[in-house]
């Protein structure tokens, strides 16, 4: 399987992520492409902010997996795993590239990248399509975040080729490997790691991520706390 990629540019933008939903609402398939140079309301994880410095990466990619919702959480790490072969082949550092649950790329430990999931169900309540967003910070980067300093367009190429390689795989039922290759380029476990989950911080041990793409922390009485959303601060080795 390839995916044929189709792109559509824009200078400036509100959100290449909305402009990418309303493309898929009206019918646009698997491939389809929105990338602006610049974000006017570039949105992060939780309705957040994503801070939209110009010269850097900001784009959204259409997704229709035929697979059990039930799988679609696995994506991030599908997405994080291809960003990941992607940046270590382009930095200067390449060993100082890491993944973050659940869908960052660190750069020497600080945020470099980040990716957007949202998904849309039709009127039988199966997955209809995946908005996948993604911001790096290729040239430039708000306070406590990392810029990778390298070039755009070989970026993007190398970015696309391996979100083709590893969706492909998945598609194909391959998790596993994905999961395994995820978890060595992720913190090992045993990092000391506080996890905000809503109203509730917990502090205690990254253990693994499970094949549902969930998170489990061994806490102080050495019991496993499974985390299926939250933002995770890496407190220490
Ligand atoms: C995160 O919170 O880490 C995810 C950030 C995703 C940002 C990207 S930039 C391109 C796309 N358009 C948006 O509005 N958000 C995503």
Redesign the pocket.
């Given at each position: 399987m390839s995916i044929q990629w189709i792109t559509e540019r824009y200078e400036e933008i509100h959100?290449?992520?909305d402009a990418l939903k309303d493309l898929a609402a009206k019918g646009a398939r698997e491939g389809q492409i929105v990338i602006a140079d610049m974000?006017t309301g570039?949105?992060?994880?939780h309705g957040?902010e994503?801070i939209?410095l110009a010269g850097n990466l900001?784009?959204?990619l259409l997704l229709r997996p035929d697979v059990n919702l039930q799988n679609v959480g696995q994506l991030g790490l599908v997405v994080g795993l291809a960003l990941g072969r992607a940046l270590v082949e382009m930095v200067d550092r390449p060993e100082d590239i890491s993944l973050k649950w659940p869908n960052?790329i660190l750069y020497g430990g600080e945020k470099c990248s980040?990716?957007?999931i949202e998904t849309d169900l039709n009127t039988q309540n199966q997955l209809d399509y995946v908005a996948v967003?993604?911001?790096i910070n290729t040239k430039a980067a708000p306070e406590m975040a990392a810029v990778l300093d390298i070039n755009n367009e070989m970026t993007m190429e190398r970015v696309l080729h391996y979100i083709d390689q590893v969706y492909s795989s998945w598609c194909v039922g391959d998790f596993k490997d994905i999961l395994k290759e995820w978890h060595e380029m992720a913190h090992p476990a045993g990092t000391q790691m506080s996890v905000k989950l809503g109203g509730e911080t917990i502090a205690g041990a990254f253990d693994h991520v499970d094949e549902a793409g969930h998170l489990h922390v061994r806490l102080g009485d050495n019991t496993l706390r499974v985390v299926t959303a939250g933002d995770v601060y890496v407190t220490g080795d």
């Amino acid at each position: 399987m390839s995916i044929q990629w189709i792109t559509e540019r824009y200078e400036e933008i509100h959100s290449t992520q909305d402009a990418l939903k309303d493309l898929a609402a009206k019918g646009a398939r698997e491939g389809q492409i929105v990338i602006a140079d610049m974000q006017t309301g570039g949105r992060g994880r939780h309705g957040r902010e994503w801070i939209s410095l110009a010269g850097n990466l900001y784009f959204s990619l259409l997704l229709r997996p035929d697979v059990n919702l039930q799988n679609v959480g696995q994506l991030g790490l599908v997405v994080g795993l291809a960003l990941g072969r992607a940046l270590v082949e382009m930095v200067d550092r390449p060993e100082d590239i890491s993944l973050k649950w659940p869908n960052d790329i660190l750069y020497g430990g600080e945020k470099c990248s980040g990716i957007l999931i949202e998904t849309d169900l039709n009127t039988q309540n199966q997955l209809d399509y995946v908005a996948v967003g993604i911001g790096i910070n290729t040239k430039a980067a708000p306070e406590m975040a990392a810029v990778l300093d390298i070039n755009n367009e070989m970026t993007m190429e190398r970015v696309l080729h391996y979100i083709d390689q590893v969706y492909s795989s998945w598609c194909v039922g391959d998790f596993k490997d994905i999961l395994k290759e995820w978890h060595e380029m992720a913190h090992p476990a045993g990092t000391q790691m506080s996890v905000k989950l809503g109203g509730e911080t917990i502090a205690g041990a990254f253990d693994h991520v499970d094949e549902a793409g969930h998170l489990h922390v061994r806490l102080g009485d050495n019991t496993l706390r499974v985390v299926t959303a939250g933002d995770v601060y890496v407190t220490g080795d």
